[in-house]
């Protein structure tokens, strides 16, 4: 271990000079082991104030990197020359990386042992962000104008904010939805008009308490209800039921028994041999 001394610089003898060589040497020998001691033990523990140590490097072509430490956390940060540059902020409750780019563009991840939060933003098309806990998932993406999508997950089911597009769905396999709580505006089969709309296995109700309820065949001049494997299509009106056929067009029922019409309580079939009120024959 090194000893302090307390020697006072040797004086210079010119009529004995290899003493006064032997000294200095001496001497200096003790200040260097002193000097060794300090610095391998100079830390926060025994420099008064010390309470953050900073670390940095450059070289000649502009590339820094810092590192700063507390006993709270660490901060390192590495940027080049051309202004690019990453960041990671690592503290007992949680850890958070920055990577930027000298246009703008950057990324963020932050992480602590509830949440999971990404983060990534382009100067020319805007941003997308995820937010995940262990009970939520929360998506955004959003661009420069403010125009945005959004989708949040739970147990209970998925939230949507924006258009919804499936694609894919003629693959083999099977896509069901099903449920008594889904409510729709606006139902169209087809933009180019080419297209069907099919309602299998069940009964099909169209309920509608004020306003109106239209089923019509756009482009093409056909428009067919066809009930199969023996369910039933029944259209009723409190008030007033109406059927039109347009300039040229025609209304077509077909049944391979009977056609049954009721008007003021009383039954009105249409059969192959004549239309019947009730039993008895009319037409």
Known sequence: MAVLTTDALPKYDPNDLPATVKKLHDYTTSLTEMLRFVLMNLDEDNVQGLDTLNREMQDAQGNLSQMQQTAQGILTRVENAEGDLSAVMQTADGLTTRVESAEGNL??????ADSLAARVYNTEMGL???NVTANKIETRVEDLNGKYSSLQQ???GFDFTGMVTFRALEREG????NGNNITTGDLHVASDGVGALYFYNGDVAMENIVGAIEVYSGTYPDLFIESRYGNNIRIQADAQLALEAGYQGHIYMKADDYIQLRAGGVDYYFRADGIYRGSEKVV
């Open 154 to 156: 739970t147990v209970d």
């Open 174 to 177: 099977e896509s069901v939805i």
């Open 128 to 130: 997308t962000s995820i």
């Open 107 to 112: 990324s963020t991840l932050t992480q602590t």
